[in-house]
């Protein structure tokens, strides 16, 4: 490996970290700063951007956003909440299950955020340590992006998975499975991790400070509708962006399913995945402007919109720079892993696992490393196998739902340790990586 390319590689990390610590758009902006770096400084020739990854992304984030604003989420919320009240010695199975499953409908791991402060105060009100249900969530909450067929990752990977001819439907039969299980196999252990509730050491020092006394009195309201009408634009909502989802994994299954179009030398080519996801998704947001009529500024303040939009710029600046970059040393980087790769192609999942620490967005991390996946001639059912590798957010507690979940939690158990490492969040995370890696290899050689 050249030192000129270890230089340019330091650049792109230092620029990574920088925007992480900035937060916001910043992985966007430094990504852009990085990459004048390398243009202006090292005559590196920019690729393109990600511009189908990226509108792809925003017509999903339209459509969600819109149900956010009709109720649609809310309705959801309500549903979960009677559902973890009502089974709360289950909680720490039920409460990642909730969060799997509103990830797989919303498309991002955020929609997590309404739902944690009633997972910590059912635990603690029925004496389970909150750590358990709340550390599991957060992780499952990341896990079901790579099993959403809206989530830019999934979206991204079809896109940059097309010379293998993989359908949306292909790769969720394989993340699916392997991401449920694996998580259901890691809750088994989590469900015994430190030590019980009454018997934690923190916990029992809050009980004897009297300014604590009224948090632990305090109680979660159900989510209420406002109103009966409310309520049927909030289920309207929901139902077309549920529909929305489906189609787009019946479309993706098969180009048949999709219209086609004469081509120059007189073949027919089907409408693209990426052209179709935006048609379906931009449609339904339309259709529930149309009939559930919610507030238009509404549909900019909620919270899906922001960590949508977070995310689209977090795409355009680092998978553009990293696209630059190892498309200006291709050649290199094929002689230097392909023969890794044919030894032990699954290798690749420490690539994504790596990458998506630094950058904090799994739809970046496939923008950037599965090109190079593709070039490098790593086989499909590898690359689909080592996805659910992209959900490296856990390993450092900075991504905004693992430090929510620490603010719900009342008695102090979900916490970031001393050594920064050994928190709450690291167990669970490499037990639910572990297993449903092995999984999703073995799913994705018995059905690719």
Request: aromatic content about 10%; overall charge neutral.
């Amino acid at each position: 490996m050249s030192v000129l390319f270890l230089i340019q590689f330091i650049i792109v990390l230092v620029c990574i970290l920088l925007g992480a610590q900035a937060g916001g758009i910043g992985l966007g902006v430094f990504g852009g700063l990085g990459l004048a770096i390398l243009t202006f400084g090292f005559g590196l020739e920019p690729t393109s951007p990600p511009i189908d990854v990226m509108l792809m992304m925003m017509a999903v984030v339209a459509a969600a956003s819109a149900m956010q604003a009709a109720g649609g989420l809310d309705l959801m919320v309500k549903a979960a909440t009677k559902l973890l009240r009502k089974n709360p010695k289950y909680i720490t199975f039920m409460a990642p299950a909730v969060t799997y499953i509103f990830t797989i409908f919303a498309g991002t791991g955020h929609v997590a955020y309404s739902v944690l402060p009633v997972i910590a105060e059912v635990a603690r009100r029925n004496g389970i340590r909150p750590e358990r249900p709340l550390s599991m969530a957060v992780i499952a909450s990341q896990f079901s992006i790579v099993a959403s067929p809206i989530a830019a990752a999934v979206t991204s990977a079809v896109s940059y998975l097309t010379p293998y001819h993989l359908s949306i439907g292909q790769i969720l039969i394989v993340t699916m499975p392997s991401t449920v299980l694996g998580i259901a196999i890691a809750c088994i252990f989590v469900n015994k991790m430190g030590k019980e509730l009454k018997d934690d050491p923190e916990y029992q020092r809050r009980l004897k400070d009297p300014a604590y006394q009224e948090i632990f009195a305090a109680q979660v309201s159900e989510v209420e509708m406002e109103s009966s009408a409310g309520e049927r634009s909030a289920k309207i909502s929901l139902f077309i962006f549920i529909c929305a989802a489906v189609l787009v994994v019946i479309l993706g299954s098969s180009s048949a399913f999709r219209p086609a179009f004469a081509q120059a030398d007189g073949t027919m080519k089907a409408l693209t995945m990426p052209h179709t996801i935006e048609i379906v998704m931009l449609t339904a947001g339309a259709l529930i402007i149309m009939l559930c009529k919610p507030d238009g500024t509404a549909i900019t303040r909620g919270s899906v919109f922001h960590a949508g939009m977070r995310a689209a710029m977090a795409i355009f600046g680092v998978a553009w720079l990293g696209d630059t970059l190892f498309n200006a040393h291709l050649d290199e980087l094929k002689t230097l892993v392909s023969g890794l790769v044919e030894t032990a192609p699954w290798t690749f999942a420490f690539a994504l696992f790596a990458f998506s620490v630094l950058v904090n967005s799994q739809g970046a991390t496939v923008a950037t490393l599965f090109p190079l996946g593709v070039s490098l001639g790593i086989p499909p059912e590898i690359m689909v196998g080592t996805f659910v590798a992209v959900n490296g957010y856990f390993f450092i507690p900075n991504y905004g739902p693992i430090i929510a979940s620490i603010d719900f939690d009342t008695t102090g158990t979900t916490r970031i340790g001393r050594y920064i490492l050994n928190h709450s969040f690291m167990i669970p995370g490499l037990l639910s990586m572990a297993f449903s890696l092995v999984l999703g290899l073995a799913f994705a050689k018995m059905l690719l």
